[in-house]
């Protein structure tokens, strides 16, 4: 039996195709006797179950099949070319040449699905009491100068006592933020549930807004909501990033606190600037 035939049963077998025992019994023998047949197996069947774990059941589209199917077809011949011109590492000789183009070909997936969750996440984000929905819109106030400030300043300890002062039952987070100036707060009342805003202008003159609700008011209360999926990432220990245009959404739990910041500013400065500022 040639190399090449030998390689499709490994194949075969992590795909559990293959039916008959008897022939079953000679191809895991031959894998243990064989270096090279061993490693394909364990490289097949550690691709397979990563693919299982990140995807889980979820069905490629008919689109993105024949893409895959497209690029493994062109993937295939230009590695052979390869062979002809130039001296390769172990990881793509012969016996490692679909292993390695599949794993590319899986890594876009999980990119793809990856970014496709995330907009999942976000469309389930829906209702009059949606903290998602509500930052959005309380943002886009602010950029049309619709939404008018309680209280104005910089003074943090001064924000907390007005946040307390309003009817705030936890207290609130207050990032001093580097690279962005404290302008001022307002106070929300969410069926009967007093709820804290925080507003910051960068030095560039970008604005970031942060909402706030302690995990009671989502949980127990549910004066406002969040989707069940969100939720589930939150408690998590992650963070939910999304952009839409120019506005970035960063959305995280924190000393009991959810918190969804708008921006537009990039992410890469939303994160080291208020995730780790202090509060």
């Known amino acids: 039996m040639e190399q090449s035939e030998l390689f499709e049963q490994v194949t075969a077998l992590v795909d559990n195709e293959i039916k ?28 397979k179950s990563t693919l299982r774990n990140r995807l889980g059941s979820v069905e490629t589209p008919p689109y993105l099949k024949e893409r895959i199917i497209s690029q493994i077809l062109q993937e295939i011949p230009v590695r052979k070319e390869k062979v002809k011109k130039e001296k390769r590492s172990w990881l793509f000789s012969p016996r490692f040449a679909f292993a390695s183009a599949a794993a590319v070909i899986i890594l876009a997936i999980i990119f793809f699905f990856k970014s496709d969750d995330n907009n999942s996440i976000a469309s389930q984000q829906n209702g ?8 959005k819109r309380n943002f886009q106030s602010i950029v049309d100068g619709k939404l008018q400030l309680e209280a104005a300043g910089s003074n943090t300890d001064a924000l907390r006592q007005f946040f307390k002062d309003k009817g705030v039952k936890f207290r609130p987070m207050v990032p001093k933020a580097k690279q962005w100036d404290l ?60 952009k839409d245009g120019d506005r970035n959404y960063l959305v995280w739990k924190e000393d009991g606190k959810i918190c969804v910041l708008v921006s537009n500013e990039t992410m890469d400065k939303l994160e080291s600037n208020f995730l780790t500022a202090e509060k």
Request: proline share 1%; glycine share 6%.
């Open 20 to 47: 008959d025992q008897v022939e079953l019994k000679e191809i895991r023998q031959k894998i243990e006797q064989n270096e090279a047949y061993k490693a394909e197996f364990l490289v097949q069947s550690h691709i």
């Open 128 to 135: 009059f009491n949606n903290m998602f929905v509500q930052a």
């Open 183 to 242: 302008i001022g707060a307002i106070v929300s009342d969410d069926n009967g549930e007093k709820l804290p805003h925080n507003f910051y202008r960068g030095k560039d003159g970008k604005l970031a807004y942060l909402y706030q609700a302690n995990e009671e008011c989502l949980k127990k209360k549910k004066v406002v909501t969040l989707s069940n999926d969100l939720l589930k990432m939150l408690d998590a220990g992650k963070s939910y990033k999304y």
